[in-house]
């Protein structure tokens, strides 16, 4: 009877064990034990992707800018632009995107995929509206500006940048990827305000003096987009580092 007595006492002690360990399990799975804020974390990211290019850029170092300073901070979600100008980033979803712009920091050494051996000369910066990361160009550059240096929302931007470009608010598709369209038009428009774009990071131009040589430059006068114009010479693509075509 004691030797009875000795086993179901062991019995309730194995069971009492298996249930407080299962117990302990499902509280760590629910957010208990320590182990809630880590998993509350993995939930809360979220991704923004799209591609850099004037041509399509590889190489490019691509943040939120989540402080509004221009610039890719340490702490600030950011990676680097693959094939096709590919880029992914992870931020969390509490972050309120409104206002915020995703930069693209071109450097000396990255690729332009339109051809081989298209080596960056002059660094650079692109830039698109957080709102709008599928495509990080030259032309979202300037809406950015815009919307930076007027208040204006990001579809007001887009407006202004085609009209002073074009002659015509609704003329230039920003979420087109003229590569793979092959709106040759576009795209030799893409890489002039990209030559704009380099010209003011040599010189250390402020955003509305970007604005200014990028509406005055030869490009900004309407034309067809839909002809397809040849595309400017290779050699012309990027700045040397003494700034010289």
């Known amino acids: 009877m004691e030797q009875q007595n000795t086993q179901i006492v062991e019995f309730k002690s194995k069971w009492q064990l298996l249930l407080s360990l299962a117990l302990s399990l499902a509280l760590t799975a629910c957010g208990g034990g320590g182990g809630g804020e880590h998993l509350s974390g993995i939930e809360s990211q979220t991704q923004l992707s799209g591609q850099v290019m ?20 340490a702490n600030e979600p950011s990676t680097v632009s693959g094939v096709n100008g590919a880029y992914t980033l992870n931020h969390n979803a509490s972050v309120a995107l409104s206002g915020l712009s995703i930069l693209a ?3 000396v050494g990255a690729i332009d995929q339109d051809g081989p051996s298209h080596t960056v000369y002059t660094a650079y910066q692109m830039r698109t509206a957080a ?3 599928a495509l990080i160009t030259p032309l979202t550059t300037l809406a950015v500006y815009e919307m930076k240096a007027s208040g204006a929302t990001w579809t007001q931007a887009q407006q202004t940048v085609s009209t002073r470009l074009m ?7 920003f979420s087109q990827d003229y590569v793979a369209q092959a709106n040759n038009a576009l795209h030799t428009l ?3 305000v990209a030559n704009t774009l380099q010209t003011a990071a040599l010189n250390g131009d402020a955003p509305a003096a970007i604005l200014a040589a990028a509406y005055n430059a030869p490009q900004a006068m309407p034309f067809t987009l839909q002809v397809a114009a040849p595309l400017s ?5 990027y700045l040397l580092p003494n700034n010289q075509p």
Request: hydrophobic residues 30%.
């Open 54 to 73: 004037d041509g399509y850029i590889q190489g490019a170092t691509v943040c939120l800018d989540l402080n509004d300073n221009g610039t890719c901070d």
């Open 167 to 173: 002659g015509d608010a609704q003329a230039l598709n």
């Open 105 to 107: 920091n071109v450097p």
């Open 233 to 237: 010479a290779h050699s012309n693509d």
């Open 131 to 133: 709102q709008a990361p």
């Open 190 to 192: 893409a890489r002039s």
